[in-house]
C-alpha cells in the first residue's frame, strides 16, 4: 500500500480550477501523485442528444464571444481544452487526461495500473450520473479505494438539501427551502500548483463501447472513432477531435471554456448599471450581436463558471450604497435566474427520471397532447419515439423545428437555435408555448428533446422544467397568457431587424408586413423579392419574370393562430377540469380517454389508447385535429394585447383543476438576498 495517497480527480461538470470544492478535497490529501482525468463517456457520445455546437463548446477550438474582450489567439480554447491549458501551467507534467472508455468499466482498471488509493469527484444529481456514481463508489470499495464524492458544485444550494428542507418533496417553488439551509458559500480561489501525475502506462485492454443505438447518428458526417484508441490516436490522452467524432460542422459563434466564462465575467460585472438593474423580462429578445442577457448559461452547464463566483460577485456589486436603491430584486434580477436553477435542480433530485416526463411522474399535469412519447413498460420511461396520432401534427412539428411555419417571429427563432444554439429566454417562452398551448397542441416533450439536441446550454433539469412551466403542465398554471407570434416581438423590434438577420428572404419588407408578409399585395412581395406562398417544403426560388434575381419563396402561415389559441385553451382547460397527473392509474392504464369527449383536441378517442411501446392504437396514423371545431373564447380570454404581447385575464386556475401544493407561479416566493439581514451579504 503507498505510504501517500495516490489520486484519481475525475471531471465532470466542473470544467475549471476556481471554486472547485472537490479539487480543494483532493489537493487536501497532500498527494503523492494527482491524476486528473475525464471520461469518455459513451453514454453522452451515443445516448444523449447532443448537437455539433454544444459538442464544440464543449471541446473543440473557439472564435470569438460576446464581449470580445481576448485576442483571437487566446480564444482557441474551449471547456476541457482549456481547462487541460490550466492544469499544464500549474504542472508542465500534467494535463487533462481523457481515457476513452466508459466510467463504469475503466476506472477499476485504473485503480490497479495507477496504484489509486483515492477517488475524488463533485457529486452530481442527475439521474444517470447518480447510477454511474453509485457504480463507481462500489467499484472503488471493492478495490479497496476510498471514495470522496463532494456535495454540490453546480447549485448554489444542495439539491438534495433543498429536498430535504422541502419536507422530502419537490421543489415547484423556491418558498423557504433556501433560507432553511443557510448561507451560499463563498466560492474557493484557483489552486497555485498542482502535484505531479504518476506512471501513465495502462497494460490492460480497452472495453470498447457499443455505439447501437446512437441517437447522435444524424450529427454525424462519418463514423465515430473516438474510441479507437483509449488514450487517442497520438496516445497522447488529447481530447476528442471532431472529425474523430466524425461531427457534422458547428456554426455557433459562442464558445466555452474558463478563461472566456472569467473574461465574460468581469465584463458583466464591470458594467455596474447592467449588473444591478438587470431584470429579465425587460431584456429584449430581439437583441443579437450582443444579446440582451449574459449568455453564462453554458458556461454554468459545463462547469467552467462557478455559480457561487457570479452570485457572490453579483452581490458585491448590488450592495454597494450606490446601487442599493435602483437594484432589482428577485425573481427577475440576476440573483433570480440562479435561484431558478436551483429550484429545477432540486425537484429533478427528488423525482428522478421521470422529472423530464409526463408518464408517471407525480407532479406534472396530465394532457392528451398530440405526438405523445412511446414508453418502455419495463422501465416506465420515454423511448425516445414518439406515437404520430396526427399527420398533420408532425407536418406543424417539423415545420416548427425547422423554421417553417410561416410566422417569422417563430421561425427567425428556430433558425437562430439551430444555427447558435441558443436563443433568449423569452424567445424559448414564445417557442415553447406556440408548440404546445399556444398554437399546435403538441406535447412538450418534443419540444423539449429539439431543445436538448440544439441547446449549448442545456441542462435536463432546467429544460424540462421550462417546458413544463410553459406547456403550463407544471410550475405555472396561467394558460390563457399566450405569446401573440406578432404582437410580443412588435413590441421590442417593430422594424423586424431580428427577423430578417435570421430570416433573410423577408429583409426587403418593410415593417408593416415583416411579422405578417402574408398581409402583403402579391405585387409588393414580387417587389421586395420573396413570395408568400407553399408550406416551406420543396418550394425553389422562382425567377421574378424580368430576366433579374430569383424571388425567393416564405411560406403562408402554417394556420389561423387565433383560431387556433382558442382550440389550445379549450384543450387546456378540459384537461384541468379533468384533472389528472403522470402518476395517476388512469394515465398508466390507458383508460384516461373515458374521461374525454372524443371529439376533444388531441388523441381522445376511444376508451383506451397506448400507453406503452409495442401497444397498438386504432387512431396511429389518423388525423384527429379539431382545428375546425367552433370552441368558442370567453370573453375574458382575448387575443393577446400589445402591452407585453400576452393574454390579459383569466389567470387563476379554472373550477375542478385543483393545483397540486406549490404549482404557480414563483412570482412572490423569493426574497431579495439584501433584505435578508446576515444571509450572505459580504457587509454582514
Not at 453546480?154 to 438539501?161: G, I, V
Not at 502506462?201 to 463501447?209: A, G, I
Not at 408568400?532 to 417544403?537: A, E, L, M, S, Y
Not at 383569466?650 to 414563483?666: F, H, M, S, V
Request: proline residues 8%.
Amino acid at each position: 500500500m503507498p505510504s501517500k495517497p495516490r489520486v484519481i480527480y475525475w471531471f465532470r461538470t466542473d470544467l475549471r480550477l476556481h471554486d472547485s470544492p472537490a479539487l480543494h478535497a483532493a489537493l487536501d490529501l497532500k498527494p503523492e501523485c494527482l491524476y486528473p482525468i475525464w471520461c469518455w463517456d459513451p453514454h453522452y457520445v451515443y445516448r444523449a442528444r447532443v448537437g455539433p455546437n454544444r459538442w464544440q463548446f464543449l471541446d473543440q477550438r473557439a472564435l470569438k464571444g460576446r464581449f470580445k474582450l481576448i485576442s483571437d489567439s487566446a480564444c482557441r480554447l474551449d471547456c476541457q481544452s482549456d481547462l487541460s491549458s490550466s492544469i499544464t501551467k500549474l504542472n508542465k507534467k500534467s494535463k487533462l487526461f481523457v481515457i476513452r472508455e466508459a466510467p463504469q468499466t475503466v476506472l477499476p482498471k485504473l485503480f490497479k495500473a495507477w496504484k489509486i488509493t483515492h477517488l475524488v469527484f463533485e457529486r452530481d444529481t442527475d439521474p444517470y450520473a447518480k447510477q454511474r456514481d453509485a457504480k463507481a463508489m462500489e467499484l472503488a470499495r471493492e478495490a479497496g479505494v476510498e471514495v470522496i464524492a463532494t456535495r454540490h458544485g453546480r447549485t448554489l444550494y444542495d439539491p438534495d438539501e433543498l429536498v430535504k428542507a422541502n419536507g422530502g418533496k419537490p421543489t415547484m417553488s423556491i418558498t423557504q427551502a433556501a433560507e432553511k439551509i443557510g448561507d451560499v458559500p463563498q466560492p474557493l480561489p484557483a489552486p497555485d500548483s498542482l502535484p505531479d501525475p504518476g506512471d501513465l502506462s495502462l497494460d490492460f485492454e480497452q472495453t470498447q463501447p457499443s455505439p447501437e443505438p446512437d441517437i447522435n447518428s444524424i450529427q454525424r458526417n462519418s463514423k465515430d472513432t473516438s474510441y479507437a484508441s483509449i488514450s487517442g490516436p497520438n496516445h497522447d490522452f488529447a481530447v476528442p477531435t471532431a472529425s474523430e467524432l466524425g461531427l457534422k460542422p458547428a456554426t455557433t459563434p459562442h464558445r466555452g471554456g474558463e478563461t472566456r466564462a472569467l473574461a465574460a465575467l468581469d465584463a458583466i460585472i464591470a458594467d455596474e448599471p447592467y449588473t444591478t438593474t438587470f431584470s429579465k423580462p425587460s431584456t429584449a429578445p430581439t437583441a443579437f450581436s450582443p444579446q440582451a442577457t449574459t449568455l453564462l448559461s453554458p458556461h454554468h452547464h459545463f462547469g467552467s463558471l462557478s455559480v457561487r463566483l457570479f452570485y457572490h460577485r453579483v452581490l458585491d456589486v448590488t450592495h454597494k450604497p450606490a446601487n442599493a436603491k435602483k437594484a432589482t430584486t428577485t425573481p427577475t434580477n440576476l440573483i433570480g435566474q440562479l435561484l431558478f436553477r436551483d429550484m429545477y435542480f432540486a425537484a429533478q433530485a427528488a423525482i428522478g427520471y421521470p422529472f423530464a416526463q409526463t408518464y408517471n411522474n407525480s407532479h406534472v399535469r396530465f394532457i392528451p397532447w398530440h405526438l405523445p412519447s412511446r414508453i418502455d413498460p419495463e422501465t416506465n420511461l420515454i423511448t425516445g419515439d414518439h406515437i404520430i396520432d396526427s399527420p398533420l401534427a408532425e407536418k406543424w412539428f417539423q415545420r416548427w423545428k425547422y423554421g417553417r411555419t410561416g410566422f417569422p417571429w417563430i421561425d427567425a427563432l428556430m433558425r437562430q437555435l439551430r444555427q447558435e444554439g441558443w436563443i433568449h429566454h423569452l424567445g424559448r417562452h414564445a417557442v415553447a408555448c406556440f408548440l404546445t398551448r399556444g398554437g399546435c397542441y403538441i406535447d412538450w416533450e418534443r419540444g423539449a428533446e429539439v431543445f436538448e439536441e440544439w441547446l449549448i446550454d442545456h441542462e435536463t433539469s432546467c429544460n424540462s422544467g421550462n417546458w413544463q412551466w410553459l406547456s403550463c403542465t407544471a410550475f405555472f398554471a396561467q394558460f390563457y397568457r399566450c405569446y401573440s407570434p406578432v404582437a410580443f416581438p412588435k413590441k421590442w423590434d417593430e422594424e423586424g431587424a431580428f427577423v430578417k438577420r435570421y430570416v433573410p428572404e423577408l429583409g426587403r419588407y418593410p415593417k408593416k408586413y415583416v411579422y405578417e408578409p402574408w398581409k402583403a399585395p402579391i405585387k409588393d412581395q414580387k417587389e421586395w423579392g420573396c413570395l408568400i406562398k407553399g408550406d416551406g417544403g420543396d418550394e425553389n426560388d422562382e425567377d421574378d419574370g424580368k430576366g433579374g434575381e430569383k424571388v425567393k419563396i416564405y411560406p403562408k402561415p402554417m394556420f389561423d393562430f387565433n383560431e387556433r389559441r382558442g382550440v389550445c385553451i379549450a384543450g387546456v382547460k378540459n384537461a384541468y377540469h379533468v384533472g389528472l397527473y403522470g402518476d395517476d392509474p388512469k394515465v398508466k392504464d390507458g383508460t384516461w380517454r373515458k374521461l374525454f369527449d372524443d371529439n376533444a383536441e388531441g388523441p381522445t378517442e376511444g376508451s383506451k389508447g397506448p400507453t406503452v411501446e409495442g401497444q397498438t392504437n386504432a387512431e396511429d396514423g389518423e388525423d384527429l385535429d379539431a382545428g375546425e371545431m367552433d370552441l368558442g373564447i370567453d370573453q375574458d380570454e382575448r387575443e393577446a394585447d400589445h402591452v407585453g404581447g400576452e393574454t390579459k385575464g383569466g389567470d387563476k386556475t379554472p373550477r375542478g383543476g385543483k393545483r397540486k401544493k406549490g404549482q404557480g407561479t414563483l412570482d412572490g416566493h423569493f426574497e431579495s438576498p439584501r433584505k435578508r439581514k446576515g444571509k450572505g451579504s459580504p457587509e454582514s
